[in-house]
C-alpha cells in the first residue's frame, strides 16, 4: 500500500468517525429531549395530585358537614312530638320517630320494615289502599282522615300530612307522613254526617279498576244500600235492565266507552223510553272533568279521593232528586 492509498484509507476512517460523532450527538439530544419530555409529565402528574388532594380534602369537609347537618336533623325528627314516619310506595314503614311508636304503643325498631296497613283501622284499610295508590298522580302536600289503632287494639282518629319525596331522576322515594291526632270535636264520624241507612236505595257502581270498585261497593253496602258492580259502560247499559238501579256512580276515565259516552247514551234511551237514572261521576282529576261530567249528563261529581262520607252524601243527594 503506497502512501496514497493509506492517506486515503485514514481519511476514511476520519470520516467514519465524524460520522459517528455526529449520530451520537443527535441520539443525546434526542435522549435529552426525552428527559425533559418526562420531567414535564411528572411536573403534570404532581400538579394534578395536589389538585386532587385540595379536592379531595374540600369532599371530606363537605362530607362531614352534610353528615352533620343529617344527625342533627335525624336527631330533631326523633325529638319532635310530632309523630313522623315514612313509608314506600308499597306502604312498607322506612323510617319512624319515637312520638309515633309511643302513639301506637309499638318498640320503635319493631315499627321498621313493617306494613302502615296494620295500623290502620280495619274499616279505612280500602280506603287507605286506594288513595296510596293514587297518591303518586297527585302534587303537594295530601291530607287524608283515617282511624288508627294501636297494639292495644284502640281505635283513634288522625290526619295526616303527606308529602310526595322524588330521588334525583323525578322517580318517588318514599312518602313522609306526619301524622296529628284529632280531638272528637274536629273528627266527626261517617254516622253523624251522613243517614245511618239508606235500605232500599240501588245503585249502580261502573269503575274498571276492580279495587275502587270493590271499595265503592263496601261503602255503599255498609249502609243498606243494594250495590251492584260492572267493569265497563257495556256492562252498565245491560245492568240497568236487568238491575233497574236508582242511581249510577260511574268512573270517568274508563279504556274503550269512557264514563261521558256512558251518560250520553243512557240519556238518549231515557229520550226515547222515559224515565231518568239519577248519576254522579267520579274521577282521579278534581277541575279537569267536573264541568264536563255535569254538561255530560251527571248531576253530581266527586273526586275518587274523597272521604266515603263525602260518598255516601253525594249518593244521598241524587237519591233525594226528583
Same mark, same amino acid.
Not at 254516622?191 to 236505595?201: C, H, I, N, R, Y
Given at each position: 500500500?503506497?502512501?496514497e492509498?493509506?492517506?486515503?484509507?485514514f481519511?476514511?476512517?476520519? /470520516?467514519?468517525?465524524?460520522?459517528?460523532?455526529?449520530?451520537?450527538? *443527535?441520539?443525546?439530544?434526542?435522549?435529552?429531549?426525552?428527559l425533559?419530555?418526562?420531567?414535564?409529565?411528572? *411536573?403534570?402528574?404532581?400538579?394534578?395530585?395536589?389538585?386532587a388532594?385540595?379536592?379531595?380534602?374540600?369532599?371530606?369537609?363537605?362530607? /362531614?358537614?352534610?353528615?352533620?347537618?343529617?344527625?342533627?336533623?335525624?336527631?330533631?325528627?326523633?325529638?319532635?312530638?310530632?309523630?313522623?314516619?315514612a313509608?314506600?310506595?308499597?306502604?312498607?314503614?322506612?323510617?319512624?320517630?319515637?312520638a309515633?311508636?309511643?302513639?301506637?304503643?309499638?318498640?320503635?325498631?319493631y315499627?321498621?320494615?313493617?306494613?302502615?296497613?296494620?295500623?290502620?283501622?280495619?274499616?279505612?284499610?280500602?280506603?287507605?289502599?286506594l288513595?296510596?295508590?293514587?297518591?303518586?298522580?297527585?302534587?303537594?302536600i295530601?291530607?287524608?282522615?283515617?282511624?288508627?289503632?294501636?297494639?292495644?287494639? @284502640?281505635?283513634?282518629?288522625? *290526619?295526616?300530612h303527606?308529602?310526595?319525596?322524588?330521588?334525583?331522576?323525578?322517580?318517588?322515594?318514599?312518602?313522609?307522613?306526619?301524622i296529628?291526632?284529632?280531638?272528637?270535636?274536629?273528627?266527626q264520624?261517617?254516622?253523624?254526617?251522613?243517614?245511618?241507612?239508606?235500605?232500599?236505595?240501588?245503585?249502580?257502581?261502573?269503575?274498571?279498576?276492580?279495587?275502587?270498585?270493590?271499595?265503592?261497593?263496601?261503602?255503599?253496602?255498609?249502609?243498606g244500600?243494594?250495590?251492584?258492580?260492572?267493569?265497563?259502560?257495556?256492562?252498565?247499559?245491560?245492568?240497568?235492565? @236487568?238491575?233497574?238501579?236508582?242511581v249510577?256512580?260511574?268512573?270517568?276515565?274508563?279504556?274503550? @266507552?269512557?264514563?261521558?259516552?256512558?251518560?250520553?247514551?243512557?240519556?238518549?234511551? @231515557?229520550?226515547?223510553?222515559g224515565?231518568?237514572?239519577?248519576?254522579?261521576?267520579?274521577?282521579?282529576?278534581?277541575?279537569?272533568?267536573?264541568?264536563?261530567?255535569?254538561?255530560?249528563?251527571?248531576?253530581?261529581?266527586?273526586?275518587?279521593?274523597?272521604?266515603?262520607?263525602?260518598?255516601?252524601e253525594m249518593?244521598?243527594?241524587?237519591?233525594?232528586?226528583?
Amino acid at each position: 500500500m503506497n502512501d496514497e492509498q493509506i492517506r486515503l484509507h485514514f481519511q476514511a476512517i476520519r /470520516q467514519r468517525i465524524a460520522k459517528l460523532q455526529q449520530h451520537d450527538v *443527535e441520539a443525546w439530544q434526542d435522549i435529552d429531549a426525552a428527559l425533559e419530555n418526562l420531567y414535564l409529565i411528572y *411536573e403534570e402528574m404532581q400538579s394534578r395530585l395536589e389538585t386532587a388532594e385540595i379536592v379531595e380534602q374540600g369532599l371530606i369537609q363537605q362530607n /362531614q358537614q352534610i353528615g352533620s347537618a343529617y344527625y342533627h336533623y335525624y336527631e330533631l325528627f326523633q325529638a319532635s312530638p310530632i309523630p313522623y314516619l315514612a313509608i314506600d310506595a308499597d306502604g312498607i314503614i322506612l323510617e319512624a320517630n319515637s312520638a309515633i311508636a309511643q302513639l301506637l304503643e309499638v318498640p320503635q325498631p319493631y315499627l321498621i320494615g313493617k306494613p302502615l296497613i296494620l295500623y290502620i283501622a280495619p274499616g279505612d284499610r280500602s280506603s287507605f289502599y286506594l288513595k296510596l295508590d293514587r297518591l303518586p298522580q297527585t302534587q303537594g302536600i295530601q291530607i287524608w282522615q283515617m282511624h288508627l289503632r294501636s297494639r292495644a287494639n @284502640e281505635l283513634f282518629a288522625v *290526619e295526616l300530612h303527606i308529602d310526595t319525596l322524588k330521588g334525583d331522576s323525578d322517580t318517588i322515594e318514599r312518602f313522609a307522613i306526619g301524622i296529628y291526632p284529632l280531638s272528637p270535636t274536629q273528627h266527626q264520624p261517617l254516622a253523624k254526617t251522613v243517614p245511618q241507612s239508606l235500605d232500599g236505595l240501588r245503585v249502580l257502581v261502573v269503575d274498571d279498576e276492580a279495587d275502587a270498585r270493590d271499595f265503592i261497593s263496601a261503602v255503599l253496602e255498609l249502609h243498606g244500600i243494594a250495590v251492584k258492580a260492572v267493569a265497563s259502560a257495556a256492562d252498565a247499559l245491560e245492568a240497568i235492565e @236487568e238491575f233497574s238501579p236508582d242511581v249510577l256512580v260511574s268512573d270517568i276515565r274508563m279504556p274503550g @266507552e269512557d264514563g261521558y259516552t256512558l251518560i250520553r247514551k243512557i240519556r238518549a234511551l @231515557e229520550a226515547l223510553k222515559g224515565g231518568h237514572l239519577r248519576a254522579g261521576a267520579i274521577t282521579a282529576y278534581r277541575d279537569e272533568d267536573c264541568q264536563k261530567a255535569l254538561s255530560a249528563g251527571f248531576e253530581a261529581h266527586l273526586n275518587k279521593l274523597a272521604e266515603p262520607s263525602q260518598l255516601i252524601e253525594m249518593v244521598s243527594q241524587l237519591a233525594r232528586l226528583p
